[in-house]
């Protein structure tokens, strides 16, 4: 009896990972120290370029809250992202907002935003969901071009304030600022993944029949998802009129966004963390060097290729098949 | 903006016309997404195909659009059943066809979205059809040629679908598909097969209302996804499965539409469909026929 007893250890004793997850937190301080200190030394189009691939790693990992944990898709990043983009524009416009102030402001707005099209459309199935964030994205984009406070279809203009004191130039600022909201996504996204809420999302995502009759809140735990999915996007949003200095509602509203979101977690493996952050940086590097050297619609149309052909061949994305390829050869 | 009667006249007259040819831009959702319970979410990236078809068959072969338009919706017929055969072989039969479906029409939308903008430009475009450029007045109620020919096609369209699905033994067949998939295979009809030929029917009615589209007004790449909140309000009001359901919500969409842009302003209209969407969702996701 004994020898069965020590062979297989209860599973309250299993190493478990923690939800609070230092090794990130320690990456993301390395990371913020090196642009903090790599200052004047490199060319600002680097600190250009590792500014959009950490506005990329925040959207696809707060897509992947809400896609990857839970299984809801949502279509409508750019529409979640433009509202956080012009929350700024317009608390820039009704007074002199500092950018940590607005990106948080626009976590709310986005963040209620999805709260209320998840608390609509989350009680049917899923894809009703999913219908009305793309139609959403729309009709978000009809309401700016007509509201003229923030610039219309016109566009508006956004000047950068001067650096302040540990930075060199604002690109770098902006560049740290995303960075530490590229951490902050990247560690609830782990917090959600190896807690309780992210077991009940696993489970809604397998048979949410199932899930809601063993105890599952459901629809409370979806509605949290899909406010956090939205309060990120929102946030990634936030910065960007300083980044481009003139935000018209099609660059706002780029598809390049609304695609990637979806591709970048796809590609890279839903399941984990890391997938989206893979995937980001995977998906995001390359459009940057294929932007210079072929156009930004051909660009797209492959990143479109791409993921057609991940979701039919690959569906578990690079994470899926590095792990496929480990257990061939062991 | 002053109330008449006038107005309203017209305004529920146009609202009318519209909704025929929005009835023509749902059928196939109600078909694919209310029958097969496949989500297209690349439905109206079809339809832009179908108008760019158009523009190319009366501009480089001066055809005229509504003669091609059965020629080129074989082709989508032939196009839809292969297609529906990839997506059974890539998703349904694995049984993961929520998340990665869905991405999966994604990507389709956003390549023929791409491929379209690659190739035509983001320039809007238009067709010029001398015989439908008259106006009919009945009263003081106008009717444009131009809208209406659109209203009396698509509901031919939806009166032709609707005949073929309750009197033939496939399209009873396409509509068991929606209730019982076992029952099908008991009466001796393959189930795969059955959903080819529907899906290819859905594809073939986005390459008709395309066509129908760049009659009543002009056409860019990007202008489906004005269509996709509209197309699936329509569906979800209509009671999914339903094609009478559909026309009545398609006419209650462009009633509902045109009411707005006369009376609030054009620019709010897009937003009339989402509103919809969601009160339907809302209160009666059972559509305006359910129980």
Redesign the interface.
């Known amino acids: 009896m004994t020898a069965i007893h020590s062979s297989a250890a209860p599973p309250a004793l299993r190493r478990v990972p923690k939800p609070f997850s230092w090794p990130i937190l320690l990456v993301g301080a390395a990371i913020v120290a090196v642009e903090i200190l790599l200052g004047s030394q490199v060319s600002e189009y680097y600190f250009l370029l590792a500014y959009v691939i950490m506005q990329y790693i925040v959207l696809a990992t707060g897509w992947n809250i809400l ?1 990857g944990y839970a ?1 809801y ?1 949502n ?1 409508g990043t750019a529409g979640f992202f433009a509202v956080g983009c012009y929350t700024t524009i317009a608390l820039e416009k009704l007074a002199d907002v500092p950018l940590p102030i607005a990106i948080l402001a626009a976590g709310v707005v986005a963040g209620l935003l999805g709260l209320g099209t998840g608390y ?2 989350l009680r ?1 199935r ?3 969901f ?3 964030t ?6 978000l984009q ?2 700016i ?2 509201w003229s406070f923030v610039g219309g279809s016109r566009g508006a203009y956004m000047m950068r304030p001067d650096a302040l004191a540990p930075f060199t130039t604002y690109v770098q600022y902006l560049l740290v600022v995303m960075t530490v909201l590229a951490i902050v996504a990247v560690m609830v996204a782990v917090a959600v993944e190896r807690s309780w809420i992210g077991m009940g999302l696993a489970a809604i995502r397998d048979d949410e029949l199932a899930a809601e009759a063993s105890g599952v809140p459901g629809l409370r735990l979806k509605l949290l998802a899909t406010t956090l999915c939205g309060a990120f996007m929102g946030m990634a949003g936030a910065p960007f009129p300083y980044f481009i200095t003139y935000v018209d509602p099609p660059s706002a509203f780029s ?1 390049a966004i609304a ?1 990637n979101a ?2 970048m977690p ?1 590609i890279g493996g ?1 399941a984990t963390w890391w997938g989206p952050v893979l995937g980001a940086v995977l998906l995001g590097t390359t459009q940057q060097v294929l932007t210079v050297t072929i156009s930004s ?2 660009n ?2 492959i ?3 791409v ?2 052909v991940f ?3 690959a ?1 578990l994305g690079v994470v899926g098949l590095v792990r496929a390829w480990k257990g061939r050869r062991t | 903006m002053d109330f008449s009667w006038d107005l309203l006249l017209n305004a529920v007259a146009s609202g009318i016309m519209l909704g025929g040819f929005y009835a023509a831009v749902a059928i196939g959702v109600t078909i694919a ?1 209310g029958m097969l319970d496949i ?1 297209n ?1 690349a439905h109206p990236a079809f339809i832009v195909l179908g108008s760019f078809l158009a523009y190319l068959s009366i501009n480089s072969l001066g055809i005229d659009p509504f003669l091609s338009a059965g020629l080129f919706a074989v082709v989508g017929f032939v196009f839809g059943r292969y297609f529906y055969r ?1 997506y059974y072989h ?2 349904e039969r ?1 049984g ?1 066809d ?7 029409f ?3 939308m ?2 023929v ?3 379209l ?2 190739i035509f430009g983001v320039d809007y475009r238009l067709i010029d059809l001398p015989y439908l450029a008259k106006t009919y007045e009945i009263g003081f109620v106008q009717i444009p040629l131009r809208l209406a020919a659109p209203c009396v096609a698509g509901v031919a369209m939806l009166v032709a679908i609707q005949l073929y699905l309750s009197k033939t033994f496939t399209g009873r067949a396409i509509l068991a598909v929606a209730q019982d998939l076992e029952a099908v295979r008991f009466v001796g009809a393959n189930p795969i097969k059955t959903k080819e030929i529907a899906f290819g029917i859905a594809v073939a009615s986005a390459i008709v209302a395309g066509m129908l589209l760049i009659v009543i007004q002009s056409v860019e790449p ?1 202008i489906g ?2 269509f ?2 509209r197309a ?2 329509i569906c ?1 009001l209509g009671g999914m499965t339903s094609l009478p359901g559909t026309l009545i919500a398609a006419m209650i969409l462009g009633i509902a539409e045109t009411m707005t842009s006369t009376f609030f302003g054009p ?2 209209s ?2 009339v ?2 509103g919809l ?2 009160l339907t ?2 209160f009666r ?1 059972a559509g305006i026929l359910g129980r």
């Not at chain 1, 793309?134 to 009709?139: C, E, G, N, P, Q």
């Not at chain 2, 929520?98 to 999966?104: I, K, M, Y």
């Open positions: 896609g299984g898709v279509f609509l459309t049917l899923g894809v009703f999913s219908i009305a793309l139609a959403m994205a729309v009709v009809t309401l071009v007509n598809l695609v979806i591709a796809l839903t619609a051909a797209l149309l990143v479109g290729i993921l057609v979701v039919t061949v569906p | 997404f989500v979410i990839a890539f998703f694995r993961d929520s998340l990665q479906g869905l991405a999966f994604f990507g389709i956003f390549i979205e791409i491929s903008v690659l990007s996804r004005e996709i909140g699936f309000a979800v620019s709010w897009p937003a469909a989402f969407l969601l969702l809302a996701p």
